[in-house]
């Protein structure tokens, strides 16, 4: 079997693979909730690439990602529920229907996107889905009734409170301006502190999701995204922390031999270092 760049292709090579008789042991033995964590580490490593500004990767990366939709396509095929065409029907339909601005008559190309439309095609979508369940005879999974249901658990806890942050600023239960937002932090820290006081794990813990939900927020009215930016962070700590550890080896010593002093002074040579 020789590379394409024909999407079928692709498909086909899944298929050999998920052969019951001539496929690979291990991607025979697989289903979906053992295929999942992959699924969510290639998206991570798409927008390490992404964050690196590394194209090559990128293009490697999506193909990583793309395999990782064939993949579920393929084994809910097996079970006889959809395939991949189904995949890509359903995304298409959605993504027509979701901008009719664009892809509309020329009534709603010229109306444009609507305040609110965006959310009531997809609450349509939602009630069209759990109708077409019911007719099959199968009860709809209960995500909730509320307006912050359907923000999928799934999602890391900044992204998804970044989400649940948009999502009621939509409806206006939002700040006007971030330097308030500044102020709330302070409020939070101040109950972490007496949290911290009170010696009550849970209490402590709870103040503490309050002050990193209070900083998603003023990230979001300062256009940063929370994830994106700890994600930076975290990239320039173990930058620094790794001149740390290369100048104490060049000097003969360790991380476990050196102290904290001398790892400071270190430190603070690695922020001015280039």
């Known amino acids: 079997m020789t590379p394409s760049k024909d999407i079928s292709r692709l498909i086909e090579i899944m298929a050999a693979l998920r052969d019951p008789d001539t496929g690979c042991p291990w991607d025979i033995e697989q289903d979906f909730a053992s295929i999942a964590p992959y699924t969510i580490e290639e998206a991570y490593e798409v927008a390490d690439a992404i964050q690196r500004g590394d194209r090559d990767d990128l293009r490697d990366e999506l193909g990583d990602l ?10 809910a095929q097996e079970d006889g529920d959809f395939d991949f065409g189904d995949v890509v029907e359903a995304v298409t339909k959605k993504m027509i229907r979701r901008h009719p601005h664009v892809f509309g008559d020329d009534a709603a190309r010229s109306a444009g996107m ?3 439309m965006w959310e009531r095609i ?10 077409a369940r019911l007719a099959r005879g199968v009860e709809p999974e209960d995500h909730g009734s509320g307006y912050l249901d359907g923000i999928p658990l799934v999602h890391p806890a900044l992204t998804r409170a970044l989400k649940i942050q948009e999502k009621a600023a939509r409806v206006g239960f939002d700040w006007k301006e971030a330097k308030p937002i500044l102020d709330k932090i302070e409020e939070e820290i101040a109950e972490l502190r007496e949290a911290m006081e009170e010696g009550d794990a849970d209490h402590v813990s709870e103040e503490f999701g309050d002050v990193l939900f209070a900083f998603v927020n003023f990230g979001r009215h300062l256009k940063i995204d929370a994830e994106d930016a700890l994600r930076r962070t975290n990239d320039k700590f173990r930058s620094r922390f790794h001149y740390v550890e290369a100048q104490l080896a060049e000097k003969g010593s360790s991380l476990e031999e050196a102290s904290l002093d001398q790892m400071e002074v270190l430190w603070q040579e690695a922020k001015t270092a280039k």
């Open 114 to 116: 609507a305040k609110g």
């Open 66 to 75: 793309l395999l990782q939709v064939v993949y579920h396509a393929r084994m």
């Open 122 to 131: 997809k609450a349509e979508e939602k009630a069209e889905k759990r109708a």
